[in-house]
Every structure is written in structure tokens, then in C-alpha cells.
């Protein structure tokens, strides 16, 4: 896509565009469908060196749109390309179950990004605010200052801060099973015990609402509460226990109304659905009570085989299938690395 975007013959390639993920993919928290019937999407931001005084959100919705379109029918692809509220959407062959979202967006103001940083907001992540389109607000077809506000690349550098401790050393071990610098180890190679953690608890809520998808916990909630409850444990079943207990503390309430604050623009709040919708909020209370209640009915058995067998119901077998073999996976690694540590300090290596 971004190829496409900056071929000569692209309308948008004077602006420079620049496509990078968002969401679960760039978090690295993305978990496998629970069914054979869902459909696994990927988040882009589509960035356009453009400014809210020459360009109107509709405009540059346009612009990103009919690119989007001929990519669609460039590839011979059997589904156009569908306008949803603020994105564009590629749905792929239906055998691969998986459609892309593209985001348009422009850099946000100097102003705002001043703004966040005299609100505490570090400037290395209020420098990558963005403004992005809505075709429901009502300056959509004219020049104007108010867009909506977006920060997926802050976000990530908040969240990678929180699990740093964990993600160097992690890194820093990898480096060694493979005798490389720590710096050549790319990053996605990395699965910290926050990641890990986060993926189980998103299984677990999927599996809880499977049949009430709609007022399900969302992701962004799951993934910033676990990020602020975290204190870069090594250990999943610690890490888990820190999470769901702490979870609670960081849903603040402002004029009467729940409030999880985006970590990078305290303005949004994540929860402004479950003062119009109660249901959501005592759902995500019901499933953070059941979740703690699974974990501590299968740490009370004895035997790893048992407390797998014990958390197939809450969190599926795949899932809990996977973690075992991972488990025996990692143990060989180690036990791997032990043994090169030992031999080279004996001069065999």
C-alpha cells in the first residue's frame, strides 16, 4: 500500500505519505480468532504532509480514497473499497479472512502538541499527534481547526515505555541465543510478559462474550488498564494477578461519569460509551471478577497439566494448547543458552 501511495502517477505522492500500523499489530498483542469465521483486520494510518488550512477533511478523505480504490482495482480485487465513518476499508478474497482499515490523516497543530506537552505529555510522544477525518461532524466539508485527535505512534511509545524493563532484557537474551548485538534483534521478535498477558486476557473476554460481542470489554480499555497496572513482572501468573487487581485503580470518575484518560491525550476518554450504555461498564466488572475467579481456580490445582485442563473453559484450548508448547519451547531455549553460557565459560566455545 505504501508503494502504491508513492508510485509518480499517485495523486498523493506530493504530500508524501507515509503508511504505518496501528492498534493490536503495532502493540504486538493481536490473538488468533476464536472461531474459523472471524475476521482478522489490520489498522493503517495513512499521513499526509498537509495542514488543516489547505485541506478540508473531506478533501483528503477524497484524495486517500481514490488511491485506496485503484490499488482495489489495479489487483483485481472482487470487493471495492467501502468509505466507513473515518476510514477506508480493503476486504480481501473471503478465503482469507482479513480486510485492512486505511486511516487519513494529517499532522495535528504545533499548538496542540504544545498544548499536551503543558498537560505533562512528553514531547518525543506529543510530537506525533495527528488530526484525522469523520464525515459525521459537521466542518466536514470546510476548512477548520477542530478535527478529531489521534496518537497511534505515541500511544506505542507509551506502551513499550511501560514494559521496557522486561522488553531490554528480554532482548538482551535473544541476542545472546543467536550471538548477536542486541540492537540487530528486531523488535517484533520480542513477546514480553505484558503482551503475553494482554493476549490472554483479550482471549478470555472474547471466549466470556462470545454471544454478546457488542458490549464486550474493548481492546483499548483491556490494553491501557493492564499497561498502567504492570510493574514489568517476569513471570506471567504475576503479572496477571498485579494486572487484574490493579486494573480497578486507574478508572477515575470525572462530573459523575467513569473516565480511563488516553495516556497520550488525557482530553479522551476511552469509557465514553458506558455512561450512554451502563451495560458496557458492569460487563467489563463482570469479566474482570470471572477472570480473577478462573485464574485463581486453576492455580489452586496441582500439576501443569492440570491447571491447562483447569483453563481450556475460560480461555480455550487452542490458546491453552499454544502456551504449553511454548512453555516447553522456552524451557529448551533456556536450558540451550545455559549450556552455551557454561561452555564458553570452560573455553569449549
Not at 457488542?214 to 501468573?237: C, E, F, G, R, V
Amino acid at each position: 500500500m505504501g508503494k502504491w501511495l508513492e508510485r509518480d502517477e499517485s495523486i498523493v505522492e506530493k504530500y508524501k505519505p507515509v503508511i504505518y500500523t496501528q492498534g493490536s499489530f503495532r502493540l504486538g498483542t493481536v490473538i488468533k480468532a476464536v472461531t474459523g469465521e472471524e475476521k482478522y483486520d489490520i489498522d493503517l494510518v495513512c499521513d499526509l504532509d498537509l495542514t488543516k488550512s489547505q485541506v478540508t477533511q473531506k478533501q483528503l478523505k477524497d484524495l486517500v480514497g481514490f488511491e485506496i480504490k485503484s490499488y482495489a482495482h489495479a489487483n483485481n480485487m472482487n470487493n471495492p473499497a467501502e468509505e466507513s465513518r473515518r476510514c477506508w476499508t480493503l476486504n480481501y478474497a473471503d478465503g482469507t479472512q482479513f480486510h485492512m482499515d486505511i486511516l487519513p490523516c494529517i499532522p495535528d497543530s504545533e499548538l496542540f502538541k504544545l498544548i499536551l506537552q503543558s498537560r505533562g505529555i512528553p514531547g518525543s510522544i506529543s510530537a506525533h499527534a495527528i488530526a484525522i477525518t469523520d464525515n459525521t461532524l459537521p466542518n466536514y466539508e470546510y476548512i477548520d481547526e477542530e478535527w478529531l485527535k489521534s496518537n497511534p505512534k505515541g500511544y506505542a511509545e507509551w506502551f513499550k515505555e511501560r514494559m521496557k524493563i522486561q522488553f531490554e532484557a528480554m532482548r538482551m537474551i535473544l541476542a545472546e541465543s543467536i550471538r548477536a548485538e542486541a540492537e540487530d534483534v528486531p523488535e517484533y521478535k520480542i513477546k514480553t510478559t505484558l503482551q503475553r498477558a494482554i493476549q490472554l486476557l483479550k482471549r478470555h473476554r472474547d471466549i466470556m462474550f462470545e454471544h454478546d460481542p457488542d458490549d464486550k470489554p474493548i481492546s483499548m480499555i483491556i490494553t491501557t488498564l493492564a499497561a498502567h497496572a504492570y510493574d514489568n513482572q517476569a513471570d506471567l501468573y504475576d503479572a496477571l494477578c498485579s494486572i487484574i487487581r490493579g486494573m480497578p485503580k486507574y478508572i477515575l470518575v470525572r462530573n459523575g461519569s467513569p473516565w480511563i484518560p488516553n495516556p497520550v491525550n488525557p482530553d479522551e476518554n476511552f469509557a465514553d460509551k458506558w455512561a450512554d450504555n451502563p451495560k458496557k461498564e458492569s460487563n467489563f466488572k463482570r469479566w474482570l471478577a470471572r477472570l480473577e475467579k478462573d485464574l485463581v481456580s486453576a492455580m489452586n490445582v496441582v500439576g501443569i497439566h492440570k491447571v491447562a485442563e483447569r483453563l481450556k473453559p475460560a480461555f480455550g484450548d487452542r490458546a491453552v494448547n499454544d502456551a504449553m508448547k511454548r512453555m516447553g519451547e522456552d524451557f529448551r531455549r533456556r536450558r540451550e543458552l545455559g549450556l552455551l553460557r557454561m561452555s564458553a565459560g570452560t573455553g569449549i566455545l
